[in-house]
């Protein structure tokens, strides 16, 4: 895992360092403190990043399901005429991965016995981003997940928070910056997801790796899909 300091984090983000701190203690940044000070993860300061280069008022939790749905080819998604589909029609590829990732949070977390119970987390999580790949890039998967990210689990609890609650007693998870197990959720709090990622999500969710094949990879996924709907339309 890559760590920066706060003074690097701040010059990334542009921001002064008094800013990254109270970032960190909002949980809006993952990282830990020391004798030597703030260390801040580097995926944390990349998805900052992209949160921070969205303007305007972010969307709303179910405008970016309704375009996760629309993009994913889902049953029962909304028309041509919602207003989901015509942000599809307004904004390009990373903007709306952008969108998606500023409507979900992230928490990680380690697992009292993660290598015992590794193949049991990943089966009780609706998998995404780099644990997912294998959804969006087929052929490549296997090139492209690199050690680190393969060691690492990303995915939603599925249903609610008590199924949350649950979870993380169930494999004796606890908070911490260091850890392999990457919970994702809606920052709504609406429960979305009850059996798998929607594929969209799941490109989307990549493009927060410092990876940048794996980021690529996510960007290239939501393209097709775009292209793929914007096909359909004419």
């Not at 997912?132 to 609890?157: K, N, T």
């Amino acid at each position: 895992m890559s760590m920066v300091t706060a003074g690097e984090a701040a010059r990334r983000l542009g921001i002064s360092r008094r800013r990254v701190a109270e970032l960190w203690h909002a949980g809006a940044l993952r990282g830990s403190k020391n004798s030597a000070g703030l260390s801040i993860e580097l995926a944390s300061v990349h998805e900052r990043e992209l949160i921070g280069a969205i303007p305007g008022r972010p969307w709303s939790g179910d405008i970016v399901w309704e375009v996760i749905a629309i993009l994913s080819g889902e049953a029962g998604t909304p028309t041509d005429t919602s207003e989901a589909s015509r942000r599809i029609l307004k904004h390009d590829s990373p903007d709306l991965a952008r969108r998606m990732v500023a409507a979900v949070d992230v928490e990680r977390y380690d697992a009292r016995d993660l290598e015992r119970d590794r193949d049991d987390i990943r089966r009780s999580l609706a998998l995404t981003g780099a644990s997912a790949l294998d959804r969006i890039e087929r052929d490549r998967a296997a090139r492209v997940v690199d050690q680190q990210e393969g060691q690492s689990i990303h995915g939603y609890v599925r249903h609610d928070d008590a199924s949350r609650d649950a979870f993380l007693e169930e494999f004796d998870l606890v908070p911490s910056p260091t850890g392999d197990v990457f919970l994702h959720r809606f920052k709504s709090g609406t429960p979305r997801i009850a059996d798998e990622t929607p594929a969209a999500l799941v490109a989307a969710d990549c493009t927060r790796s410092t990876t940048t094949r794996i980021r690529r990879a996510g960007l290239d996924a939501l393209e097709r899909m775009r292209n793929a709907w914007l096909a359909e339309r004419s």
